[in-house]
């Protein structure tokens, strides 16, 4: 049974930083891949930052170059570093993951991707 379980989310000022953590179990991460995605109250949820197995990686262009996703494979974890918050990234985030997905290039659509966590909110004031 694939679980996904997020922590890391919390309540910081514009400008600061936060670190998301996804711990997955039930799965190994060969051939996976692996996402952030958001959702703000009223707003479809979104792919903020996208990983595969080979490292490579992928961001929409709000986030590019203030967020970092990052897998750690020995321990099972997703990471997203998240720096020059802006009250703009305040949403729940969500860890997602595909785990035979192939490909060279990662997903960020909503429908590539089978298991979800149960989010981590996420809120930056100005």
């Known amino acids: 049974q694939v679980q996904l379980v997020e922590s890391g989310g919390g309540s910081v000022q514009a400008g600061g930083s936060l670190r998301l953590s996804c711990a997955a179990s039930g799965y190994t991460y060969s051939s996976s891949c692996m996402a952030w995605f958001r959702q703000a109250p009223g707003k479809e949820r979104e792919g903020v930052a996208g990983?595969?197995?080979?490292?490579?990686?992928r961001y929409a262009g709000s986030v590019k170059g203030r967020f970092t996703i990052s897998q750690d494979n020995a321990k099972n974890t997703l990471y997203l570093q998240m720096n020059m918050l802006k009250p703009e990234d305040t949403a729940m985030y969500y860890c997602?993951?595909?785990?035979?997905?192939?490909?060279?290039?990662?997903?960020?659509?909503?429908?590539?991707?089978?298991?979800w966590g149960q989010g981590t909110q996420v809120t930056v004031s100005s």
């Open positions: 990983i595969i197995s080979d490292g490579t990686t």
């Open positions: 997602a993951a595909a785990p035979e997905c192939g490909g060279s290039w990662p997903p960020l659509a909503r429908a590539a991707f089978t298991y």
